[in-house]
């Protein structure tokens, strides 16, 4: 058995290809909200057929006790590798083991070992808090009297201790995220898995969650996050891997991925059209490290950021152009991935 808690080999996962855009070998466009609330153009791999390429060989593995994130931007396959995981989605190619249990071959072995908090909270709306976790419990082969006391521990633990005899629909969102992580814990499993746990919570209820996820840590479980937050995933994670289209681009310690960041801030100039006329000026300002255009976007990076600035303004109204937006990064997750793949996270 190996002690590694979970294993991913050459891990492939196809879909096939939408009916109404199949397309030649290429990419196939999609959109997603931007950071700006713009629209950010992003891309999911294709095959001959038109086949997406949701994971594209990836190769991976979580020590035990360790809190893991997978970090990438919408579309990069982070749900369908939690999905193989979970003994949800079956994979195309490779292998994923949890605890040394094959997804497939073994997935009752794989499913009492694993507890799963779901992108979108799906709770049982028919029973009361408490009965969720015991309904759950049940279907692992415990008794009522068994997992009453337990759960509602496990509602103390995360919140809801005043809670237990709520109907589900009285819950707040973030109340029915918790909900779903004492769910996922009712038969003591060995690994978690959270499928971006804190999208659409207020920033209060993002805390209260870390601080639970945090506890959880603690005591030992190994946990498994996806985010497209860059913060969440450098505050919460031992190890980070960067995932996009299917890929993985980069996995360490968030202190080690930011190392490995570009030096100098990320300076974004938003123009009023085609930055690339503006490139080789950039290029020749003072201190300037490197720049491109990428769009309507200049992107910079240079030692002092906010001497930078001031120059490219320069640079560009010189040239009889109009600036419509400016963004500021000093080396983090969120530049190195920049550099990695061109684009930015969210
Ligand atoms: N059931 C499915 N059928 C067809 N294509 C799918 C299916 N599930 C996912 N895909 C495609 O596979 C790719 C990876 O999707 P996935 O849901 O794993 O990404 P994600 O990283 O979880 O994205 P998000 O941040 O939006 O949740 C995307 O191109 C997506 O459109
Ligand atoms: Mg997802």
Request: hydrophobic letters at 40%; glycine letters at 12%; a neutral charge.
């Amino acid at each position: 058995m190996s002690d590694q808690a979970i294993e991913l080999r050459a891990l492939r996962k196809l879909y096939p290809a939408p009916r109404q855009r199949r397309k030649r070998r290429g990419f196939v466009p999609s959109f997603t909200p931007g950071a700006a609330g713009g629209l950010q153009a992003t891309a999911s791999k294709t095959g001959p057929a038109g086949e997406i390429i949701a994971l594209d060989g990836i190769d991976l593995d979580v020590h035990e006790g360790e809190f893991f994130g997978l970090l990438g931007p919408n579309g990069a396959g982070k749900t369908t590798t939690i999905g193989i995981l979970t003994t949800r989605v079956l994979p195309s190619g490779g292998e994923a083991r949890v605890h040394g249990h094959d997804v497939v071959r073994d997935a009752v072995r794989v499913r009492q070992r694993i507890g799963v908090v779901p992108q979108r909270p799906n709770p049982d709306r028919g029973l009361n808090v408490h009965e969720n976790l015991l309904f759950h419990a049940a279907y692992f082969g415990y008794s009522r009297s068994a997992s009453s006391a337990r759960a509602h521990a496990l509602l103390a633990q995360v919140g809801l201790g005043e809670r237990a005899e709520s109907k589900v629909d009285e819950l707040s969102g973030g109340q029915q995220q918790r909900l779903m992580i004492a769910r996922a814990l009712i038969h003591e499993p060995r690994v978690l898995f959270l499928d971006e746990p804190t999208v659409g919570l207020d920033p209060q209820a993002r805390l209260a969650l870390w601080e639970i996820l945090r506890t959880l840590h603690g005591e030992g479980r190994t946990i498994v996050m996806t985010t497209h937050y860059m913060e969440e995933a450098d505050r919460l994670c031992d190890r980070v891997a960067i995932v996009d289209q299917g890929t993985l681009l980069a996995c360490d310690a968030p202190e080690a991925l930011k190392r490995k960041a570009p030096g100098g801030t990320l300076i974004e100039i938003t123009l009023d059209g085609d930055a690339a006329p503006l490139v080789a000026a950039a290029r020749g300002t003072d201190g300037m490290l490197s720049a491109e255009a990428a769009g309507n976007v200049l992107r910079c990076y240079h030692p002092r950021g906010g001497e930078a600035v001031a120059m490219l303004i320069g640079v560009t109204l010189g040239a009889g152009r109009q600036v419509t937006n400016i963004h500021l990064a000093p080396p983090s997750l969120e530049t190195l991935f920049v550099s990695l793949t061109g684009r930015k996270l969210d």
